[in-house]
C-alpha cells in the first residue's frame, strides 16, 4: 500500500510539475506575442537592407491598434517617401507614390519580401499571432544554452507560413526574445533572426535591434536590420489614420 501511495503521489507531482511547464511556456508566448503590440503604439523605425552588391537604408514612422491595426509610411530615402504599408485585421494594402495606386495584398504574398527586405510581409505587420496561430511547447536540445527557454512553435491547421516550425530562443531572466528560428519541411534552419539591444522604451523593456539573416546558399550575404529609433505606447491615435482614404493621402 505504501508502495502504490508513493507511486501514486510520483505520478500526481510528475503532472503536477507539466501542468506548471505549460502555463510557464503559455505565459511566455503571452509575453512574446505582446512585446512590440499594445492598445496603442507609434514610432520611427530605421530598415538597413545589406547584400553583397548594394546596401540601402529605409526611415519609417509607423502607427499600430492591437493586433488588428498598423500603418508604415516611408519617410527617407526621398526616392521612397510616401511608400506605405496598411493592414486592417486579415487585409493588407501597399501604397505606391510613384504611380499613386494602391495595391491590395493577398493571403497567399503575406510570405513574399517586404521592400526587397530579408522580412516578409507577415514579418513587418505581425499578421501572425503566436497564441492563435501555433502549437507551442519547451524543447530540451541537447546544445541547449544555460540560461535560455527553447520553445517549438508549429503553425496550426490553415495557417499560411512557409515554415514547418519556428523554434524561439528565450532569456529565461527577462523573458526576451534572444533568436527566432525558421524551420522548413525538411528540418532545415533556413534563416534566423537575431534580438538585440535592449532598452527600455516608454516604460517598456524591449529588444530594440532584431536582424534576419537567410542561411542558405543562394542568400549567402545578405541581411536585414531593423532598430526601433523611438516608440510610444497607448498613446491616442486619429480615428481615420488606418483607412484606405488615409493610405491615399499619404502621397
Do not use: C
Request: avoid cysteine; aromatic fraction near 8%.
Amino acid at each position: 500500500m505504501k508502495r502504490a501511495a508513493a507511486l501514486f503521489l510520483t505520478i500526481l507531482l510528475s503532472a503536477s510539475a507539466g501542468s506548471a511547464r505549460e502555463a510557464d511556456v503559455d505565459s511566455v508566448i503571452r509575453k512574446l506575442d505582446r512585446l512590440y503590440r499594445s492598445s496603442s503604439s507609434r514610432g520611427t523605425m530605421k530598415m538597413t537592407i545589406v547584400n553583397p552588391h548594394w546596401e540601402r537604408t529605409l526611415v519609417m514612422d509607423f502607427w499600430s491598434e492591437g493586433m488588428e491595426k498598423m500603418l508604415i509610411v516611408v519617410k527617407k530615402p526621398e526616392k521612397e517617401k510616401g511608400t506605405a504599408t496598411l493592414k486592417i485585421e486579415n487585409e493588407m494594402w501597399n501604397y505606391i507614390p510613384n504611380i499613386n495606386k494602391v495595391v491590395k495584398i493577398p493571403p497567399s504574398m503575406m510570405m513574399a519580401n517586404w521592400m526587397g527586405s530579408d522580412f516578409t510581409n507577415d514579418d513587418i505587420v505581425r499578421e501572425s499571432s503566436f497564441l492563435t496561430d501555433y502549437t507551442f511547447s519547451e524543447l530540451e536540445p541537447p546544445d541547449a544554452e544555460e540560461g535560455m527557454m527553447y520553445i517549438e512553435l508549429t503553425p496550426r491547421e490553415g495557417v499560411v507560413t512557409l515554415w514547418k516550425k519556428l523554434v524561439m530562443v528565450v532569456d529565461r531572466d527577462n523573458l526576451l526574445p534572444v533568436q527566432q528560428r525558421y524551420v522548413d519541411e525538411k528540418g532545415r534552419v533556413m534563416k534566423k533572426m537575431l534580438y538585440g539591444k535592449v532598452e527600455v522604451m516608454d516604460g517598456k523593456q524591449i529588444p530594440t535591434e532584431m536582424t534576419m539573416i537567410p542561411l542558405s546558399e543562394e542568400k549567402k550575404g545578405h541581411r536585414t536590420t531593423v532598430e526601433y529609433l523611438e516608440i510610444d505606447f497607448d498613446v491616442e491615435l486619429e480615428k481615420e489614420i488606418f483607412s484606405l482614404r488615409n493610405l491615399r493621402k499619404r502621397r
